[in-house]
């Protein structure tokens, strides 16, 4: 959480100061939510499909910082060598597909990147994950996909990051259930709530998820209560969100939520949390550094096509 | 004993499952109902798992297979009619078409598409939609108009390491039959002489390759004019050199069509023709296309609709007395 | 309900001898569920919009038979003129939507059509409303509509003729939830659950639903259990549905059901069902061979233009 | 004071909303927020209940235009970027666009859709996608290149019985400013001669319109070459008649577009002049359009993707001394 927060707030200088082309999106107070997800997930076994708010989810998974800052840097040497940029990296090969920006459609490909394992008989232990926000709810492709994961009972768990904005747009404009958890039953999957400021409910409420999808109980749908700290977009000053939400629980930074409770519950000491700080300040620092001396792609080197097996005309 | 072309398409499947574990089908009513034209007949039976039943979820469907392909198997997804799959028109030209340029990692799925018109079916049972994925990157676009072509290029559609659109015609399913199934071993992205001539060329795919037959046969009665018809067999990529080569021997073109007129393959073969091959041209090139329109329900309309034996042999005479 | 019956079995033959090209898609056994919501609606003044197995509704909605045997014998005079056939016609400017094949996709244009009376004032006491299958609940339209129609509150009626197959596939392989009036509450619709071999009950639920929607209670859900009892169309033999399924409760037929409600309830004694049978048959026999009489579309004659401010070449 | 071509499209909708009491705004958070690209920008508090935040559905928001379109209102809806438009495709193509065809009905609907490339933007905000909607009949297809343009053609496509695809370019909406807005009358269906020329002729659109100036205006010192650049200005209907005159006058054509390169409007623009007008070439036609692969995000390979000055002058060099 706290490594991806500072990385985050890197990129957010970069972009300010012009270094990052294109849009940073951040993960700003949901990083409780999306990293007990990534952290309940096992790297080289489970998938994992982030979207836009989740460096702190691809962090816990393991995903490199240096795939971070070369995608969003346009290094030729990050895994979408400058062809993708920002939050649409991934390495799909090690359960960690890259999103394309339609909102939604991660949830057929992560179904079907388990329907495969189950093909294989690869499926045993086996959890396949993804996010989306209250805004993606609304989607077709999120519908069908979670349909269709709940018909073929796979163990997998889908995050609902409710965080009351889909951009400027508030919730009452995208829906109109009570709870986006009423629509679990729906679909025949398992609900669970949680508040998304409170890291330790985070943990308990998504790893009980895993642990339950990972077991055989079927599809687990989580909903988390939070409230978005950044802007959409690092272009966006977020000025449409009302004082009264920050200023009430939802608005609560969950990185501070979780300081207290590692401190008060005994888990870190102060120190040791600035100790953190200064080490993740110094490996975002370095990645940063090394992403921007690396070359951007180069035209002339570019490999032109889209298909594999056909590398001329068509 | 004679195969069809939807036959031609289920032994194919039923060959690709039994020698590759790593093919499924998805699709509705693919198990065991068979599909809606009976192209995976018997299969579910034979392949236990390995023929699922997908819910009306055209986005999903191709999501999913996506994933399974990631994963390195090799989904072959039925459209129930190429219609549908403007639902997961996004699926497919975003998800699946961008995948191995944007990560390195490539998408072996193929789309099956029961396409084109028959009469009766009207506007949402008989379009032809591979001009709308060619025109993205990362597709490519098959085109079979004969029964062993129906067999082979499935073979080799799920042999891509790409994804692949299959435009399987369906006025082709039951109506075409061959003796039996035999290999010319023609790759995808090789073109095929029809009918070799030497007044004109008639560039055609699909079905429309026997219309250019027939409106051959009767110029060659009419005034013994021969007409070469070229199948194009897959319309991305588009085999020029074979294209170029026909235009070279008859210094005429007619690009044939069942699509809308509006671009589509006929514009981008008289187009590559003149740009590649304008010395070549002897009269200037000529498209025939079906109407601007939605393809009608009434048999009546639906074949005026389409190019047709006479309104080809129209435009023929046209190119011949330029 | 006995009138689409009987027209009904009359396309079915008509198509058997093969007078009908194309399709020919029944509404057998779907008669009450359909005929209720059609005789709950004002024409001229509600918004219905059938799908494949509504005939029932659109004769109670007033949908003139004629409508119906020149659109699938292929009249010119026809409402479609030939352009399009069977179910696919439609009346928009009389509150009748024409349908397009692609499931789920009427929900949204009735919302629309809805929204366009209340930006106009010309919304109250108004209902809109459609129908759907099973199977069509599973498309990204279906949800993208009905999210939309409940965030904006219309008076919406949508029923789901959940009749245990879509074509040939099973609801298990269609959807995971218990019941798919589980989902009118993530939608934050009103719910009701009918049995749709009951007419009495059929009229009494949905009649109701409507009302509530004309007195403003917002959208509302009716999930009808039923079973078809045709093919998927009549080209299929429906073989795959177990005898079990065709004997039970929701295999009965609900035009023997209503017959034998109407004569014990004294509603109508057998004579008059009687006599509204060869009026109907001969109704039918009416509009049949008019139709058949009537030309066909001429090419030479049809106006080949899909856009109506341009005639020309485009 | 100037105006941009965002600001043109967003005066042009207040006009609309103040003088056409049928007209509405519906899209992705246009109302309060004013759009992501601030084309509504205040258009809400001006017209209360007229401008209406729609859940990110396109495939419903489509769906629900046709439906008040057919009410006899004139919805325009706004797609956040075109690329999201791939979720409405079959609402367009086959509800809206078959609409009039089927039932005599027209519905009156704009969809305006932030098109073309940006750097850093990628493979889903940069999307050119108008030859998609072109090829489906039903439809009207413009790509206003021009601030006036961006505004008359909006009102004129709303004023159109037709579903009008009306494809706004995004690096145009604050780079392209004039000092007012003027009328020149044109309507839709018509294109215009931006530069006049003899030596040869540009058909482009959007903001290729402009990368085609500035080669002109190069070729022009660089040998005082005269380069006649058409702006296509619709691209459905094609005003063949304007291209024509152009191509009889210099002889020679390269068709210009920021689209993918198989198929789409350079395929037809060069097709249609070689089937109506080839007698009028002195030389092979040309085409030149984006690579063959999804747009990238580094903004270096994107320079490199898409036609610039440098490229489109070589292209012209090549027919200049053909
Ligand atoms: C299908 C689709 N339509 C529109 C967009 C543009 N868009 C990107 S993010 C966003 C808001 C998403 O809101 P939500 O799902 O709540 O996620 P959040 O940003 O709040 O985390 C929108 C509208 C998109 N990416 N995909
Ligand atoms: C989007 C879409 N995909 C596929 C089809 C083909 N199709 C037509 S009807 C049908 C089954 C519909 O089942 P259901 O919704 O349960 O209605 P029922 O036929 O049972 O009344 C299918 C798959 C379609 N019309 N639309
Ligand atoms: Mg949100
Ligand atoms: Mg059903």
Same mark, same amino acid.
């Given at each position: 959480?706290?490594?991806?927060?500072?990385?985050?707030?890197?990129?957010?200088?970069?972009?300010?100061?012009?270094?990052?082309?294109?849009?940073?999106?951040?993960?700003?107070?949901?990083?409780?939510?999306?990293?007990?997800?990534?952290?309940?997930?096992?790297?080289?076994?489970?998938?994992?499909?982030?979207?836009?708010?989740?460096?702190?989810?691809?962090?816990?998974?393991?995903?490199?910082?240096l795939?971070?800052?070369?995608?969003?840097?346009?290094?030729?040497?990050?895994?979408m060598?400058?062809?993708?940029g920002?939050?649409?990296?991934g390495?799909?090969?090690?359960?960690?597909?890259?999103?394309?920006?339609?909102?939604?459609?991660?949830?057929?490909?992560?179904?079907?990147?388990?329907?495969a394992?189950?093909?294989?008989?690869?499926?045993?232990?086996v959890v396949?994950?993804?996010?989306?926000?209250?805004?993606?709810?609304?989607?077709?492709?999120?519908?069908?996909?979670?349909?269709?994961?709940?018909?073929?009972?796979?163990?997998?768990?889908?995050?609902?990051?409710?965080?009351?904005?889909?951009?400027?747009?508030?919730?009452?404009r995208?829906?109109?259930?009570?709870?986006?958890?009423?629509?679990?039953?729906?679909?025949?999957?398992?609900?669970?709530?949680?508040?998304?400021?409170?890291?330790l409910?985070?943990?308990?409420?998504?790893?009980?998820?895993?642990?339950?999808?990972?077991?055989?109980?079927?599809?687990?749908?989580?909903?988390?209560?939070?409230?978005?700290?950044?802007g959409?977009?690092?272009?966006?000053?977020?000025?449409?969100?009302?004082n009264t939400?920050?200023?009430g629980?939802?608005?609560?930074?969950?990185?501070?939520?979780?300081?207290?409770?590692m401190?008060?519950?005994?888990?870190?000491?102060?120190?040791?949390?600035?100790?953190?700080?200064?080490?993740?300040?110094?490996?975002?620092?370095?990645?940063?550094?090394?992403?921007?001396?690396?070359?951007?792609?180069?035209?002339?080197?570019?490999?032109?096509?889209?298909?594999?097996?056909?590398?001329?005309?068509? | 004993?004679?195969?069809?072309?939807?036959?031609?398409?289920?032994?194919?499947?039923?060959?690709?499952?039994?020698?590759?574990?790593?093919?499924?089908?998805?699709?509705?009513?693919?198990?065991?109902?068979?599909?809606?034209?009976?192209?995976t007949?018997?299969?579910?039976?034979?392949?236990p798992?390995?023929?699922?039943?997908?819910?009306?979820?055209?986005?999903?469907m191709?999501?999913?297979?996506?994933?399974?392909?990631?994963?390195?198997?090799?989904p072959i997804?039925?459209?129930?009619?190429?219609?549908?799959?403007?639902?997961?028109?996004?699926?497919?030209?975003?998800?699946?078409?961008?995948?191995?340029?944007?990560?390195?990692?490539?998408?072996?799925?193929?789309?099956?598409?029961?396409?084109?018109?028959?009469p009766?079916?009207?506007?949402?049972?008989?379009?032809?939609?591979?001009?709308?994925?060619a025109?993205?990157?990362?597709?490519?676009?098959?085109?079979?108009?004969?029964?062993?072509?129906?067999?082979?290029?499935?073979?080799?559609?799920v042999?891509?390491?790409?994804?692949?659109?299959?435009?399987?015609?369906?006025?082709?399913?039951?109506?075409?039959?061959?003796?039996?199934?035999?290999?010319?071993?023609?790759?995808?992205?090789k @073109?095929?002489?029809? #009918?070799?001539g030497?007044?004109? $060329?008639? %560039?055609? &795919?699909?079905?429309?390759?026997h219309? =250019?037959? !027939?409106?051959?046969?009767?110029?060659?009665?009419?005034?013994?004019?021969?007409?070469?018809?070229?199948?194009?067999?897959?319309?991305?990529?588009?085999?020029?050199?074979?294209?170029?080569?026909?235009?070279?021997?008859?210094g005429?073109l007619?690009?044939?069509?069942?699509?809308?007129?509006?671009?589509g393959?006929?514009?981008?073969?008289?187009?590559?023709v003149?740009?590649?091959?304008?010395?070549?041209?002897? @009269?200037?090139?000529? #498209?025939?296309?079906?109407?601007? $329109?939605? %393809?009608? &329900?009434?048999?009546?309309?639906?074949? =005026?609709? !389409?190019?047709?034996?006479?309104?080809?042999?129209?435009?023929?005479?046209?190119?011949?007395?330029?």
């Amino acid at each position: 959480m706290l490594k991806a927060r500072l990385l985050e707030s890197k990129l957010s200088s970069l972009y300010k100061a012009g270094k990052i082309v294109g849009g940073v999106y951040l993960g700003k107070g949901q990083e409780a939510v999306s990293a007990s997800l990534g952290a309940s997930l096992v790297r080289g076994r489970d998938i994992f499909a982030p979207l836009i708010r989740d460096q702190a989810g691809r962090t816990a998974f393991g995903e490199s910082m240096l795939d971070c800052t070369r995608t969003y840097l346009g290094s030729v040497l990050g895994p979408m060598k400058g062809r993708d940029g920002n939050i649409h990296r991934g390495r799909p090969l090690e359960g960690l597909p890259a999103m394309i920006s339609h909102l939604g459609t991660t949830v057929s490909v992560v179904a079907g990147m388990l329907v495969a394992r189950r093909l294989k008989g690869e499926m045993a232990g086996v959890v396949g994950a993804t996010c989306v926000g209250d805004g993606a709810t609304s989607t077709g492709s999120f519908h069908e996909g979670l349909n269709m994961v709940a018909i073929e009972n796979l163990p997998m768990v889908v995050i609902v990051a409710n965080n009351q904005f889909a951009y400027s747009t508030p919730t009452d404009r995208q829906y109109a259930c009570e709870d986006l958890l009423d629509r679990a039953k729906g679909y025949g999957v398992a609900g669970h709530s949680v508040d998304g400021t409170d890291m330790l409910a985070c943990s308990k409420v998504i790893g009980r998820a895993v642990t339950l999808a990972r077991e055989g109980a079927g599809p687990q749908m989580v909903v988390a209560r939070l409230l978005r700290l950044s802007g959409h977009g690092e272009h966006d000053d977020g000025s449409y969100v009302p004082n009264t939400l920050r200023a009430g629980n939802l608005g609560r930074d969950c990185l501070e939520v979780a300081t207290a409770q590692m401190t008060e519950g005994g888990y870190a000491g102060a120190d040791e949390i600035e100790r953190w700080k200064t080490e993740f300040t110094d490996e975002v620092q370095a990645a940063v550094a090394q992403a921007q001396q690396e070359p951007a792609p180069d035209p002339w080197d570019e490999e032109w096509f889209a298909c594999k097996s056909t590398t001329g005309r068509l | 004993m004679s195969v069809t072309y939807v036959d031609a398409i289920r032994d194919a499947q039923e060959k690709l499952l039994r020698d590759d574990p790593r093919v499924f089908l998805y699709g509705q009513d693919i198990s065991q109902f068979g599909g809606a034209f009976k192209a995976t007949k018997g299969l579910a039976e034979a392949f236990p798992g390995r023929v699922l039943d997908s819910p009306i979820s055209e986005d999903a469907m191709i999501g999913m297979a996506v994933g399974a392909a990631i994963e390195g198997l090799r989904p072959i997804v039925e459209m129930q009619f190429a219609d549908f799959s403007s639902i997961a028109f996004n699926q497919i030209v975003n998800q699946a078409a961008t995948h191995f340029y944007r990560t390195g990692v490539p998408v072996p799925l193929t789309v099956r598409l029961p396409s084109g018109g028959t009469p009766g079916s009207g506007p949402f049972h008989s379009q032809s939609m591979e001009a709308l994925y060619a025109h993205y990157p990362g597709l490519i676009v098959v085109t079979p108009a004969t029964v062993s072509d129906a067999y082979h290029m499935l073979l080799d559609a799920v042999a891509l390491d790409d994804p692949v659109i299959y435009c399987e015609h369906k006025f082709l399913y039951r109506w075409l039959k061959a003796p039996r199934i035999n290999g010319d071993g023609l790759p995808i992205g090789k @073109a095929r002489i029809t #009918r070799p001539g030497k007044h004109a $060329t008639v %560039v055609a &795919y699909s079905a429309m390759v026997h219309e =250019a037959v !027939r409106a051959a046969d009767r110029l060659k009665e009419e005034g013994g004019w021969e007409i070469e018809v070229v199948d194009l067999r897959s319309v991305k990529p588009l085999d020029m050199d074979t294209v170029l080569a026909s235009v070279a021997r008859t210094g005429r073109l007619l690009a044939l069509g069942e699509a809308f007129p509006w671009g589509g393959v006929t514009a981008e073969v008289v187009s590559r023709v003149c740009v590649e091959g304008f010395h070549l041209l002897d @009269a200037p090139p000529l #498209r025939l296309n079906s109407r601007d $329109t939605p %393809v009608p &329900y009434h048999p009546k309309l639906w074949a =005026a609709h !389409r190019p047709t034996p006479e309104t080809i042999c129209i435009e023929l005479r046209k190119l011949l007395t330029f």
